[in-house]
């Protein structure tokens, strides 16, 4: 191994004991380990998993900032040390040979500078079967549908590895309670000038919990709907775009979700939208 890779991975987890065991085990059972597994618990009061995580020597616990996705792995790169990170979900799975997969890929750009970020693929287990899951483009409403076509614009968090030099400049943002915070993170790693590149033999497994999923899912539009009108404004500086977004996103919404759900389809709309507009003012207080 280069002296110059080491290997941070962050696992964010939140109310997932057993959950967090098996993807603690698989580390274990991996043939090398990561020079630093950090495990962030954002678990409410009574339903922390650090016992859990005591059981295995090789894991830095911490308690979580308890307000979101966004922020807790902001809390895992405030105490990272290596010169690539990686974050997984507490439900995913990594392969045994993650660790080498990971160097050997990093390894094989490492002429390039700035260093560039390394996507892989996701295996989605569910009843269903096993779906693949590739990064893809976001379209102008933000769903990450194009195919990249060799030029990637986004990225599958949990088979990603980020160069530790992009945290100097970039945080993942702390509205983003639950999704869009990785193509977020991906659009301010491009405006910074670094690249995404795909590789394949990056890879994990994926088993999502149905735990606080039912709460995830409630968020997702409303985290499109702020991180798609932040990309116009803040990254492309468009202004002309941000506003048309902003002023038809809602109504595409409403009537999506209206057909498919009646009116608590529009409810819900109306929902996302006022979680979306008070992420905007509360980022531009910020920026003020």
């Known amino acids: 191994?280069?002296?110059?890779?080491?290997?941070?991975?962050?696992?964010?987890?939140?109310?997932?004991?057993?959950?967090l065991q098996r993807c603690l085990q698989a580390i274990a059972n991996a043939a090398l380990l990561p020079d630093q597994v950090i495990v962030s618990d954002d678990g409410d009061?009574?339903?922390?998993?650090?016992?859990?995580?005591?059981?295995?020597?090789?894991?830095?616990?911490?308690?979580?900032?308890?307000?979101g996705l966004g922020a807790n792995r902001n809390a895992c790169i405030a105490v990272a040390t290596g010169s690539y990170v990686s974050f997984i979900d507490d439900d995913v799975i990594v392969p045994a040979t993650f660790v080498e997969e990971a160097r050997a890929v990093c390894q094989r750009h490492a002429a390039l500078q700035p260093p560039p970020i390394i996507t892989g693929i996701?295996?989605?287990?569910?009843?269903?079967?096993?779906a693949r899951v590739e990064p893809g483009n976001a379209d102008f409403w933000g769903f990450q549908?194009?195919?990249?076509?060799?030029?990637?614009?986004?990225?599958?968090?949990?088979?990603?590895?980020?160069?530790?030099?992009?945290?100097?400049?970039?945080?993942?943002?702390?509205?983003?309670?639950?999704?869009?915070?990785?193509?977020?993170?991906?659009?301010?790693?491009?405006?910074?000038?670094?690249?995404i590149l795909f590789d394949p033999a990056l890879h994990v497994d994926h088993y999502p919990s149905e735990i606080n999923r039912a709460e995830y899912v409630s968020q997702i539009d409303a985290s499109r709907m702020y991180a798609t009108a932040k990309n116009y404004w803040v990254y492309q500086r468009s202004s002309v775009k941000a506003i048309v977004f902003s002023l038809l996103a809602p109504l595409k919404l409403m009537l999506a979700l209206g057909r498919r759900f009646g009116l608590k389809g529009v409810k819900d709309s109306l929902s996302a939208t006022a979680t979306a507009c008070r992420y905007a003012v509360t980022a531009m207080r910020r920026e003020g």
């Open 45 to 67: 009061d009574g339903k922390t998993v650090e016992g859990v995580a005591a059981a295995f020597p090789f894991v830095q616990y911490q308690r979580g900032p308890r307000i």
């Open 145 to 195: 549908r194009i195919p990249p076509e060799g030029t990637y614009r986004s990225l599958v968090i949990n088979a990603a590895i980020f160069p530790a030099s992009l945290f100097r400049s970039a945080l993942f943002d702390s509205q983003l309670r639950y999704g869009s915070e990785e193509i977020d993170m991906a659009r301010h790693a491009i405006s910074l000038g670094y690249t």
């Open 1 to 19: 191994m280069q002296s110059s890779f080491s290997l941070s991975l962050c696992i964010c987890t939140r109310n997932r004991p057993d959950d």
């Open 122 to 130: 996701e295996y989605k287990h569910s009843s269903a079967g096993v």
